[in-house]
Structures are given as structure tokens and as C-alpha cells.
């Protein structure tokens, strides 16, 4: 069965600074990975994923990811935070086809100015 | 990208009724929406997957006659919370993806606040 695995509860990080949103998977084939944020009360908005192709993948917002096939990691990161980058993150994975995504924990990230 | 409504957006309820929440895709044909429930500070947990013109499949653990859900045509699936109790207040959130492309990402309604009193 697919997992996914975001091992911190809270990031916190000052304005300007670069963040690091930590995910590890773990699946029985190729996968799926995606990033998603939510903000307070609202439904989940896409960032990025990763299917195939480039390890390093660009996304919404100024964020990217980068799939480490050998750590099993998919990492979300951008270079300079800002305050309003600060939510909740959720790292997900899923098998080809109609299938539901299944999600980490999520990671809430604040970004102090 | 491709838009899921859902509304209502918040609702409270007294104890014993029923609750019905709609999930529309507004551009697209959805012939599977997924439903999901997160409680506060949460993750996401499948409830059900729910396909048009036929039964849900619910997740193990997921009282299908509490939480029903019909997905009669190909832009709504409606779940409806019966005899809602208290502990059925958390923060429900439906998804779907444009059917025939395998690798595009999902995209989720702004979710439904339900409090139950």
C-alpha cells in the first residue's frame, strides 16, 4: 500500500529565508507524488507534481519539489518564503488511473516576517 | 485548471437531522469524485470514492448508511450526513480530475464546516 510520510509537524521560518517542507514515500510502483496547501477553512489548492520525467519540478506560487528516487523523498521547497506562504502542506501520493490520493500527515509552515 | 464547487461552505445542525452536501465539477465531466473527512489538525482520510450511476465504494470503517452518497449525474455527487450527531462535526471535502487524463492532479471543492449541535 502507498504511504506518505511528513515527518515535521511545524516548520517555521523567517521572510526571505529559504524553505524546505520534508515527504517520504513510500509505493510498490512508480509513483504519483503531489503537493498540495490548504489555507484555514479552505478545500485544497495543487502546487505541483511529479509523474515522470525531470527530477526537479516547478510549480504554483515560486515552489518547487524535487524527487529523490534512492531516498524516496519528494521534498517541496522554495527559495525565498514570504509571510503569506504560511498554511498547512500536504505531500500525497497515488497509483496510476482514477485513484484516490492517499496523504501525509501535513506540515504546517509559518513564515515569520 | 478544472473547477469543484461544494457547497454549503458551513452549516450547523441540530442533532439528529440530516445534512446534505453537493460537489459539483463546473467544467468538466466527473464520472468518479472522492469525499473525504479531516478533522482539526488532520489529515485527509478517504471516506468514500463515489461513481456516477452506481453504488459508492466506501473505505473500511465508513458507515455507508450514515453517509450517503448519490452521484446521479456527471457533474454531482451529493453526501448526505443522516441522523448527524455531534461527532460527525469535522471538515468534509470532495475532489475529482478530468476523466481520461491519468496523470493530471486532482482538484478538491472549498470544502463543507459542519457542526452539529
Known amino acids: 500500500a502507498q504511504s506518505v510520510a511528513q515527518p515535521e509537524d511545524q516548520v517555521n521560518v523567517a521572510e526571505g529565508n529559504p524553505l524546505t517542507v520534508k515527504c517520504t514515500y513510500s509505493?510498490?510502483?512508480?509513483?504519483?507524488l503531489f503537493w498540495y496547501v490548504q489555507y484555514p477553512n479552505r478545500g485544497l489548492q495543487f502546487l505541483l507534481k511529479?509523474?515522470?520525467?525531470?527530477?526537479l519540478v516547478k510549480g504554483s506560487y515560486g515552489f518547487e519539489a524535487e524527487f529523490n528516487k534512492s531516498q524516496t523523498s519528494f521534498h517541496l521547497k522554495k527559495p525565498s518564503a514570504l509571510v503569506s506562504d504560511s498554511a498547512l502542506y500536504f505531500c500525497?501520493?497515488?497509483?496510476?488511473?482514477?485513484?484516490?490520493?492517499?496523504f501525509g500527515k501535513g506540515t504546517r509552515l509559518s513564515v515569520i516576517a | 485548471g478544472a473547477v469543484v464547487s461544494q457547497h454549503p461552505s458551513r452549516v450547523i445542525c441540530k442533532s439528529g437531522t440530516s445534512v446534505k452536501i453537493e460537489c459539483r465539477s463546473l467544467?468538466?465531466?466527473?464520472?468518479?469524485m472522492f469525499w473525504y473527512r479531516q478533522f482539526p489538525k488532520q489529515s485527509l482520510m478517504l471516506m468514500a470514492t463515489?461513481?456516477?450511476?452506481?453504488?459508492?465504494?466506501?473505505e473500511q470503517g465508513v458507515e455507508k448508511d450514515k453517509f450517503l452518497i448519490n452521484h446521479a449525474s456527471l457533474t454531482l455527487s451529493t453526501l448526505t450526513v443522516t441522523s448527524a450527531h455531534p461527532e460527525d462535526s469535522s471538515f468534509y471535502i470532495c475532489?475529482?480530475?478530468?476523466?481520461?487524463?491519468?496523470?493530471?492532479?486532482?482538484?478538491f471543492g472549498q470544502g463543507t464546516r459542519l457542526t452539529v449541535v
Open positions: 463515489s461513481n456516477e450511476g452506481s453504488k459508492a465504494t466506501y
Open positions: 500525497a501520493v497515488r497509483d496510476p488511473g482514477n485513484t484516490p490520493l492517499v
Open positions: 475532489s475529482a480530475r478530468v476523466p481520461g487524463q491519468g496523470n493530471t492532479e486532482a482538484f
Open positions: 509505493v510498490s510502483g512508480n509513483p504519483y
Open positions: 511529479y509523474i515522470t520525467g525531470d527530477n
Open positions: 467544467d468538466f465531466q466527473a464520472t468518479t
